[in-house]
């Protein structure tokens, strides 16, 4: 069955189409409704099964014979270290570090954060947490303390899981006095932490609470895989919304392993027993689906990289990895091509290395540029396919399905929508706009299966964020069009979400720190077009009157400040001081126009503008820290 048809099934009969994809999963017990909307907008997908989600990513492969296959494959050229964890192997170590939580009080239900880098024991936490019906939420290791403490008070975890250190490149990023310092701010700090101690760094355990992860593994009795009602929550993974507090985006167990396991087929044309590498982070969505859960569930060879697409030593390192496990689909973000091309514009390394097992490289986690695409596909000769996301989809809604049908590629756009997805472009009345025109991309609901359905602890938060715009619709955030040929084209965030080296930030969170210096009465961050990381924060302030201490010493305190306060993933280096910030009459800072003037594009001047010359002062201020035009 072609594109055309699988996807008119998925939209026209999604109970039967999805009932049908989850007979690739082992259930314990049958659904009693496999769409159940009693509950509308919000649904949920096998309602009344029962299932084990680690089972179905290791213990099932093992009794059909794939125990001796490698699972996990750990490459890290930060600690010239490798090594592999076959299925079984893998396995029993999740089920003594399972039983190790257990006898730590971890039952079904409760919470474990996990604060690690891309080392095997992050794999081993998320499904020992998967084994016992906990609910594991990984915090990427690049956000700083008082982001993880938000977290923890969100999520009230029992546990936490956590290493020694991270290393970047060649600094090591010492975690524990992070990690110490965020659970101090915390109100809700967990019972325990165990702690992975790395050789590069010692940390201090504190008496009582934290415990040694290997002693831990070592001294626990295995545990067995617990059923979970398909409905429970696997995971909350946060993402940045529109405000300082992130979203506390949930998954499902039944839901998501059917979709995992449907899109690694469909999707991304896996078969079991094939590698299949995400160079991202297990702390992003992309590492949650595509690095962990959906290579596992399907049988696959998943490679964890510590490591970068360039330093670590060169840009050569992917193709290294590619050839050295035979990598047959690969899955990154377009920086890290971006970055690759510029340290090796003529690809020299690519003919150094045996790419033949490589059939295909997908690209997501923000735009992807026709220049990168083109470069990409130029120098591989394979099929090289952008495919559109997000954290709170968990899989992708468009994409060119390579395991269906493989469509013309059209660089710029994500191909079509994925089956399971009714995407359309909808105008502020809700009318479906032509094709050709711009809207904001909406999907009908219900979701399909692996979807967010609903924000940890605030269903209200997520029917406001999400449904209310158009009753009966999704709000995807991004604003594009579709084309004549049904292909989606997504051109940019309708909220104050920018998207930096693909990962996903939030101005609106860079905002509130800014205010928060003393010397500051007023901050505005928006996203400047950068040629590498796609786009990079920058700050605009205003000081309150009377402050006289230099501007560069300022400047210098609130880039610390975000550092501090956010993390160093934000990037946050460009701040500029200016008199006022350019509103409309009403009040309503101009972002969209500052953003024109930082990437030196030409604008028109609101019309709601309260004072047009603030616009000349912007224009110099942002001139100064090397933006806009001349
Ligand atoms: N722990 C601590 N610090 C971290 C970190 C982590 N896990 N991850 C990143 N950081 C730090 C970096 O060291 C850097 O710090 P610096 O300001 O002192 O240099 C900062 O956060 C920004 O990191 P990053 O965005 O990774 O930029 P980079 O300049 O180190 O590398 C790229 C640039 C393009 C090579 C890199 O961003 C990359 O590989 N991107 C791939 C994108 C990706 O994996 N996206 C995930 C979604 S698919
Ligand atoms: P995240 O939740 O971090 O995965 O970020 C999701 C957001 O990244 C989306 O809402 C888009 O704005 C952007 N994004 C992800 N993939 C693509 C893509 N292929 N093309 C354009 N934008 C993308």
């Not at 769409?35 to 309602?47: E, G, H, M, T, V």
């Not at 087929?265 to 995400?278: L, M, N, R």
């Not at 292909?487 to 990962?503: F, Q």
């Amino acid at each position: 069955m072609g594109y055309a048809e699988t996807y008119r099934r998925s939209i026209e009969s999604p109970e039967d189409f999805w009932a049908e994809a989850a007979a690739a999963i082992d259930w314990d017990s049958a659904w009693e409704r496999v769409l159940d909307d009693s509950q509308a907008p919000l649904y949920r997908w096998f309602s009344g099964a029962r299932l084990n989600t680690c089972y179905n990513a290791l213990d099932r492969h093992i009794e059909q014979g794939r125990g001796d296959q490698p699972a996990l494959i750990y490459d890290s050229p930060v600690t010239a270290t490798k090594a592999e964890l076959s299925y079984s192997e893998l396995r029993d170590r999740v089920a003594r570090l399972a039983g190790g939580l257990k006898a730590l009080g971890v039952a079904q239900g409760d919470r474990v954060i996990l604060y690690m880098p891309m080392i095997p024991e992050a794999v081993i936490g998320m499904l020992a947490c998967a084994r016992i019906g906990a609910i594991h939420s990984v915090v990427f290791g690049g956000f700083a303390a008082r982001e993880l403490a938000t977290r923890i008070d969100d999520a009230r975890p029992k546990v936490i899981l956590s290493a020694s250190c991270g290393i970047e490149v060649n600094r090591v990023i010492p975690y524990k006095p992070l990690l110490d310092e965020a659970i101090r701010s915390a109100a809700f700090p967990p019972a325990h932490c165990v702690i992975l101690a790395r050789p590069e760094a010692a940390s201090d355990l504190k008496d009582g609470r934290d415990l040694d992860w290997l002693e831990l593994e070592a001294e626990s009795e295995p545990a067995d895989c617990v059923p979970v009602a398909a409905t429970d929550p696997l995971y909350i993974l946060y993402t940045s919304g529109t405000t300082g507090m992130p979203k506390g985006v949930v998954r499902d167990h039944g839901g998501h392993a059917v979709a995992l396991a449907w899109s690694m087929k469909h999707v991304y044309g896996v078969e079991p027993g094939e590698v299949f590498w995400a160079a991202s982070d297990v702390g992003w969505v992309v590492g949650h689906s595509y690095i962990v859960y959906g290579p596992l569930i399907h049988g696959c060879t998943t490679v964890l990289y510590e490591g970068k697409p360039v330093g670590t030593p060169d840009a050569g390192a992917f193709w290294r990895v590619i050839a050295e496990y035979g990598v047959s689909v690969m899955f990154t973000a377009p920086t890290a091509f971006r970055a690759i091309k510029r340290d090796d514009p003529r690809g020299e390394f690519i003919g150094r290395y045996d790419l033949s097992q490589l059939r295909a490289l997908f690209l997501a986690g923000e735009r992807c540029d026709p220049d990168t695409l083109n470069w990409a596909s130029e120098k591989l000769q394979i099929p090289v396919i952008d495919h559109w996301w997000q954290t709170e989809t968990g899989w992708p809604i468009a994409a060119n399905c390579l395991g269906i049908e493989q469509l013309p590629v059209k660089p710029g756009s994500p191909t079509r929508a994925v089956p399971g997805y009714d995407v359309r472009v909808l105008a502020e009345d809700g009318q479906e706009v032509p094709d050709g025109e711009i809207g904001s991309i909406m999907i009908r609901l219900p979701l399909p299966p692996g979807t967010l359905p609903t924000l940890w602890g605030n269903d209200q938060r997520y029917i406001d964020a999400y449904l209310s715009a158009q009753p009966g619709w999704y709000l995807t955030g991004d604003a594009g069009y579709r084309d004549e040929d049904g292909y989606l084209w997504i051109m940019s965030r309708i909220d104050d979400i920018i998207n930096t080296a693909g990962h996903r930030l939030s101005t609106g969170a860079m905002e509130e720190v800014l205010a928060s210096h003393q010397d500051v009465a007023e901050a505005a961050v928006i996203g400047a077009h950068d040629d590498l990381k796609g786009e990079l924060p920058v700050g605009l302030v205003v000081l309150k009157s009377g402050v006289d201490r230099p501007e560069d010493e300022i400047k210098a305190e609130l880039v610390q400040m975000v550092r501090d306060k956010i993390g160093p993933v934000a990037a946050f280096k460009k701040v500029a001081i200016v008199d006022r910030l350019p509103k409309t009459r009403s009040g309503k800072v101009l972002r969209a126009t500052m953003r024109k003037i930082a990437d030196g594009k030409d604008y028109t001047v609101p019309a709601t503008i309260d004072d047009p010359v603030i616009l000349d002062e912007v224009t110099d201020a942002l001139r100064s820290i090397g933006y806009g035009k001349g």
